[in-house]
């Protein structure tokens, strides 16, 4: 064995390290993606809600649209 063969030998040896001392961590994409889906849960809940509120809006809009016809039409019939 020449000295550049010794040489590639010492360079692909691996060193000692104590694997116990490595504590598996979760990755950083695991952790990502938790966040996120949390915080898609919370716009899903919030829409949820926006969703009721214009709903419930609408009706109410609908309902005085619908006085307001009414008013209008016996305004308009008593002219007949």
């Known amino acids: 064995m ?4 010794e040489q590639d ?3 692909l040896t ?10 598996p961590q979760p990755s950083y994409s695991i952790m990502m ?6 915080d898609i849960k ?3 809940q919030g829409l949820n ?4 509120n214009v709903t419930r809006d609408f009706e109410r809009v609908h309902q005085r649209i619908d006085h307001q016809q009414q008013k209008f ?3 308009d019939n008593s002219f007949k």
């Open 2 to 5: 020449n000295q550049d063969d």
């Open 9 to 11: 030998d010492q360079d």
């Open 14 to 23: 691996i060193p000692d390290n104590n694997v116990e001392d490595i504590a």
């Open 33 to 38: 993606l938790s966040q996120t889906w949390g």
């Open 42 to 44: 919370e716009l899903q």
């Open 49 to 52: 809600i926006l969703n009721i």
């Open 73 to 75: 039409d016996d305004f």
